[in-house]
């Protein structure tokens, strides 16, 4: 609910987005689930993305979410074309401990992760991560990916449905950070080049089942609140309603993010496994800077 109670401050009072060369649009992506204080009306609108909804021509039994995927499409897109919105950026909290968590979809998109790296240099409170939500040739299917750079914030842990002061002001912080970036890479700003470290999505973990498809197991304690924390194999993964301690039976080490999350039960997503992995970054210019030298 940050994101949504920041849009629709903004979009009655947006100075908070001007910049001297640029002024950023604010706009709600799912106003119906806004509205009811829910994550979506008929199905996950981050999940519509796709080609295959994006192209769809049969709109008569088309979903809310899909239908508004399309106007979103051609309203900043379309994606992949001249015309697209240079940078948009998806505000999201979650429930689950993952602290501000920076969501791109390849650390070689050299943009973003200067953003990225523009935030972790200036929030000195917090210690921001970056997570890579695709693995490299998967299709991208979120809302950021219509623009030409796309960015998602995920700020928790938030109970959904409720607004928490010190959470949205982090959001606004790192929004405003993002757009003093784009500000000044339009001046002509030079950024040198770094190294960091970035969590690459392998993979998700399900709940342990019974038979008839019900959660047996739970969250282990020593697990749960981690994110970003090595799980080792053996290590306390799951605590069964029987009391039974079942352990983390991978070959490696993984770093689960997103632990215990609300919205992927339906998913049947206890956690996400991610590697570690260290990149090299190199140093960005603006093109117009370029040319004038």
Same mark, same amino acid.
């Given at each position: 609910m940050s994101g949504i109670y920041l849009v629709k401050h903004w979009l009655k009072d947006p100075s908070d987005l001007q910049r001297e060369t640029f002024s950023a649009v604010p706009f709600l992506a799912n106003p119906i689930a806004s509205e009811r204080n829910i994550r979506y009306h008929q199905r996950d609108l981050n999940r519509c993305f796709t080609r295959d909804i994006l192209l769809a021509t049969d709109s008569q039994n088309e979903l809310y979410e899909e239908t508004r995927a399309k106007e979103i499409n051609q309203t900043f897109g379309p994606r992949g074309s001249s015309n697209a919105f240079d940078l948009m950026i998806d505000l999201h909290n979650t429930t689950s401990n993952m602290g501000v968590c920076l969501i791109l979809s390849s650390w070689k998109n050299y943009l973003e992760m200067h953003i990225c790296h523009y935030i972790q240099t200036h929030l000195t409170d917090f210690t921001p991560q970056i997570y890579l939500y695709t693995e490299p040739g998967e299709e991208l299917y979120d809302v950021a990916s219509v623009a030409k750079h796309g960015i998602c914030f995920e700020i928790g842990p938030q109970s959904p449905g409720v607004v928490r002061a010190d959470k $949205? %002001? @982090? $959001? +606004?912080?790192? @929004?405003q950070l993002t757009l003093d970036f784009i500000? +000044?890479? =339009? %001046? *002509? @700003?030079?950024f040198p080049a770094f190294e960091t470290d970035v969590f690459q999505h392998i993979?998700?973990?399900?709940?342990? +089942?019974?038979? =008839? *498809?019900?959660?047996?197991?739970?969250i282990h304690p020593s697990l749960q609140d981690q994110d970003f924390s090595p799980l080792h194999p053996g290590d306390p993964a799951f605590l069964s309603l029987d009391k039974k301690t079942i352990p983390y039976d991978g070959q490696h080490a993984i770093y689960p993010i997103f632990i215990n999350e609300a919205a992927y039960y339906e998913k049947k997503i206890a956690f996400i496994a991610s590697q570690k992995i260290h990149v090299s970054v190199p140093a960005i210019q603006s093109c117009r800077k370029q040319e004038n030298q």
């Open positions: $949205m %002001q @982090v $959001m +606004r912080v790192i @929004v500000n +000044r890479i =339009n %001046q *002509g @700003v030079e993979g998700n973990i399900d709940f342990p +089942r019974s038979f =008839n *498809g019900e959660i047996s197991a739970v």
